[in-house]
């Protein structure tokens, strides 16, 4: 039987890496940079070329799709997933990294149909990684295959999450407390590289062992969801129960037993 969606995922690929080229022509010159909802909420230019570019490409050759993109809905967009052909765009995951030029500045794109992530795309441009996954065909980066590290022992792991300022002081001290309840497990260590996107493929690569997030979007996880599935890793809610795109909250993790560990302890999910 025809793969029905091999045509989305060729003309995604092609336009990612188009899109790529941009970025980094772009870290070469001066960035200019606007303020969204806080002065840690950045937006460049870059991101919303980028995504112009990325959806005028693919809605030239698939009318019908819809798309949800972060500058879209910035901008007043929808951002509701529905059964149809959709499109899930990220241009610039890693938007304070492409400011500083911190080399983890990646491109996020998934694709679902019926509420199911079909394929993903994560490409980290400054390291030159692209990874891709297919459903039921697993996960590769620059076309080798990856998978999972398999750690089952949360003592033993690499954790990453997130980390940065937050105006509320309650929504601060949440964040804190919860590094410092999964520090004290204990674990090896946390790291924050600051691209979700990013911090996924290292999971499903085995560079890191779990990471786990609140607040972020759906254009953040949707790529990197289809590539820790198809890398043999375990993705679910914060509170152990299934993983919803939209929810804005996720633990995953190379195996059920950690991903069940950290779901166990008290972290709170914070009032963004």
């Not at 022992?153 to 999964?182: A, Q, R, W, Y």
């Amino acid at each position: 039987m025809a793969d029905p969606w091999k045509e989305c995922m060729d003309h995604c690929l092609e336009v990612t890496k188009e899109a790529g080229k941009m970025i980094r022509e772009a870290l070469q010159k001066d960035i200019s940079i606007m303020q969204k909802s806080s002065p840690v909420d950045l937006v460049t230019e870059t991101d919303q070329k980028v995504e112009q570019l990325i959806i005028s490409s693919i809605k030239e050759k698939f009318p019908t799709h819809s798309f949800i993109g972060e500058e879209s809905v910035a901008a007043g967009a929808t951002s509701n997933l529905t059964d149809n052909p959709t499109w899930i765009i990220d241009p610039i995951d890693g938007t304070t990294n492409f400011v500083h030029r911190f080399p983890f500045v990646s491109m996020s794109i998934g694709f679902a149909v019926k509420k199911e992530i079909e394929f993903g795309i994560v490409y980290s441009c400054q390291e030159g990684k692209m990874y891709t996954a297919r459903k039921g065909k697993g996960s590769f980066c620059n076309g080798e295959p990856i998978k999972v590290s398999g750690q089952e022992d949360i003592t033993k792991s690499l954790v990453l999450t997130e980390m940065g300022f937050k105006k509320d002081p309650e929504h601060f001290k949440t964040m804190m407390g919860n590094i410092e309840t999964i520090l004290t497990i204990p674990v090896h260590g946390i790291r924050s590289p600051g691209s979700a996107a990013v911090n996924m493929c290292l999971v499903a690569c085995g560079a890191a062992d779990a990471y786990y997030h609140m607040g972020i979007h759906c254009w953040d996880m949707a790529g990197g969801a289809a590539i820790i599935r198809e890398a043999g890793g375990v993705i679910m809610d914060i509170s152990g129960g299934p993983f919803d795109l939209m929810s804005r909250r996720l633990i995953i993790a190379s195996s059920r037993t950690i991903a069940e560990r950290i779901s166990q302890v008290p972290i709170t999910p914070p009032l963004w």
